[in-house]
Structure formats: C-alpha cells, structure tokens
C-alpha cells in the first residue's frame, strides 16, 4: 500500500512529535515534515508537496489563511485541515472557502483527525462509496454536512456536532437506520467515539436545541427546503438527521 504524505504544521514541538508519532504507526500515512511556524512550514509545503497537511491557523511569521492562499499556486492537490481553538462561524467560513479540506475545533481528538485525513484519500473514499453502492464522496459529503450544520448555527466544537454528523453519514449509507436509531444509530456513533448510546442522544439534542436557541429557524427552513418549523418548535433528532440526509441523497453529493 501506498502511504500518503502528511506535512505537519502546528507551533507547540510537543503536540508535533506525539502526533508525528501516531501517523507514523498508521499504515497508510506518513510524515514527510514537521515546521512550528507559518514560514518554514510553508517552505515544506512547496518543496514535499505532501497529499496532506495539518497546520493551525495562527503561526508565527504566515498564519493558516496565508498558507491557503500560496497553496493554490505552488501546490494546489495538497489537501490543507486547518485546526484552531478559535472556533467562529466566519472563520470557519473563511477557511472554508480558501480551500480548507475540513476545520478541526481544538482540542482534537488525534483518532478524529486521522480519519479526517484518511477520508481525503480520494482512492479510499472511492472504495467506500464502492462498499456502500453509493456514488458519494466522503470528502465532499463531510464538506456539505459540515457547511449546513455551521450555516443553522450548530457550533463545530461541541460533542454534538460530530454525533450529528456521523449519524447524517450513517443515514446516507443506509436510510433504513433512521428507524432503529435509539438501537443501532446512538450506539454504533458511541461505539465510534467511546462514549454511550445515552450521552450521544443527549449531546445530539442539545446541539439542535443550540440552534433553535440562535434564532436560525428560517436558515433551516431555506437551507433543507422546507418550512416544516415554525416559532419554537423543533425537530426531534431522528427528524434532523433524516433532513439533512435526505437532502445529500436528493443532491446526489459528487
């Protein structure tokens, strides 16, 4: 097998070696380059040309948006996650729409990060929609979850972001789970991120409840078109769920 190339870019040296550690013991990545600033890891993006970088967003001497930006020109099929404990609507937007392959709230799971970077793997998502007899990129779904879900105003860094986002996966790979969800959806999600069926039920809840707190009832209704929720009602969390998957399945995600 193939490894991938994986640059990192982050500024404690610490948090660099335990993660260079951790992709170096995966069989399907590697480290090719580790920089704590801006500058030099951008020199290590022009000179490797990795399939993969992780960098966070403010560095000394370049931050991540510049790095974005230079990307494009000098090497434009490295896939960038951007990690940043700053966790804003319009930052994430912004990144986003540089090009950032996904935006990862710190502190990170190294796990989650990881898969993020395996499902960047256009071979690998090709297989797995293969699998699931779905003609569905994973790395283009993630992007189109994660864009509702930031747009309804559910934040990126609250455990209920990454529940609700699994499951929406779950449901596009196979509908029918939507109604087993409290049996088979909520559990096969804990089981993914060793947690319980119960806490996953619960942090799910209260990220829709989040945003209908915030008012963002109207995007919903415009972003999953439909204007199935008025005043303060809410939907429950398999409703949510089927939506937005219903939805990427409409879309028919490329």
């Known amino acids: 097998m193939e490894k991938k190339s994986v640059v990192i870019i982050q500024d404690n040296e610490k948090r660099n070696m335990e993660l260079e550690k951790i992709i170096g013991a995966t069989p399907d990545l590697e480290v090719v380059g580790v920089a704590t600033d801006g500058i030099s890891g951008y020199r ?52 986003l729409s540089k090009g950032a392959a996904f935006f990862i709230a710190k502190p990170y799971s190294y796990d989650v990060l990881i898969e993020r970077l395996r499902d960047l793997d256009e071979n690998r998502a090709a ?30 860094h609250i455990k209920g972001y990454a529940y609700l986002r699994e499951g929406v996966k779950m449901a596009v790979d196979n509908p029918g789970i939507i109604n087993n969800i ?41 972003i999953l078109g439909v204007r199935a929720y008025v005043g303060a009602e809410k939907p429950t969390n398999g409703e949510f769920i089927a939506l937005v998957a219903d939805k990427m399945l409409l879309e028919k995600v490329q």
């Not at 959806?185 to 209260?206: C, D, F, N, Q």
């Open 182 to 222: 409290t049996k088979k959806l909520y559990p096969m999600i804990g089981e993914r991120y060793s947690t319980s069926a119960s806490k996953v039920e619960r942090a799910i809840r209260h990220a829709i409840e989040v945003a209908w707190n915030r008012g963002r009832i109207e995007s919903i209704n415009n």
């Open 127 to 156: 297989q797995k929609a293969r699998v699931y007899g779905e003609g569905v990129r994973r790395n283009s779904l993630d992007e189109k979850i994660s864009n509702i879900f930031i747009n309804v105003g559910i934040p990126p």
């Open 44 to 95: 290590l993006l022009e000179e490797k040309k990795p399939d993969f970088a992780v960098s966070e967003l403010l560095l000394a001497g370049m931050d991540g948006f510049c790095i974005l930006d230079k990307l494009k020109e000098s090497s434009p099929n490295t896939k960038l996650v951007l990690v940043s404990a700053f966790v804003r609507e319009d930052i994430i937007a912004k990144a």
